[in-house]
């Protein structure tokens, strides 16, 4: 599993964010986001943005390059 989706994973977990309310808020299907906890694909750059306002954390932490803030 990529670190990507480690991160995601675990942002969703202290957000208490389910797969369904963060696809709505990105405007996108519950099984991208899906995909995208289990490591099968990364989010556009756009989306990747849109990521870390919906649950509060910077790019680096999504990246693996930064702890949780």
């Known amino acids: 599993m990529s670190i990507f ?3 995601l994973k675990e942002a969703m977990r202290i957000n208490r964010y389910s797969q369904r309310f963060v696809a709505e808020k990105l405007h996108t ?3 991208t ?3 995208w906890v289990n490591g099968i694909y990364e989010p556009s750059l756009e989306q990747l943005i849109l990521l ?3 649950l509060d954390v910077t790019p680096n932490f999504l990246l693996g ?3 949780y803030e």
């Open 65 to 67: 390059y930064s702890d």
């Open 52 to 54: 870390c306002e919906v």
């Open 33 to 35: 986001v899906s995909n």
């Open 5 to 7: 989706a480690q991160q």
């Open 29 to 31: 299907t519950q099984q």
